[in-house]
């Protein structure tokens, strides 16, 4: 009885070690990116998480009322990213965290 208790034990173990585990996020977080432009605007975001793709995320204004809003799964991390509006880079003025970027402007920083 005694070994049969050991592998119903260690049955119901393996089986909350299984329930514990995040459903299929490989540990990635939403990441919610917010840009207030004008309505009308073109918005994306490019960043390293995505190597700076053209047009990796096109942020949406589902009001019309020039809140553009994007979300992303990205794994923790340090990140530096920036928008792009209407065909011109620009930072996140929401985020005080900075480096400079190899073409002598600002790129913001995302760390969590």
């Not at 990635?28 to 990796?56: C, L, M």
């Not at 949406?60 to 799964?73: E, I, L, S, V, Y």
Request: hydrophobic letters at 35%; aromatic letters at 12%; a positive charge.
């Amino acid at each position: 009885m005694t070994a049969r208790s050991s592998k119903t034990t260690a049955k119901a173990a393996k089986a909350a070690a299984t329930e514990a585990k995040p459903a299929k996020t490989n540990g990635s977080k939403r990441i919610t990116f917010t840009y207030a432009g004008k309505p009308g605007d073109v918005v994306s975001v490019h960043g390293s998480f995505n190597d700076w793709q053209e047009a990796f995320k096109v942020l949406a204004d589902k009001n019309n009322d020039g809140q553009f809003t994007c979300t992303c799964m990205l794994k923790p991390g340090r990140y530096e990213y920036k928008f792009q509006v209407n065909g011109l880079w620009m930072t996140d003025e929401t985020n005080p965290n900075f480096v400079q970027n190899a073409f002598g402007s600002l790129n913001n920083i995302l760390e969590f």
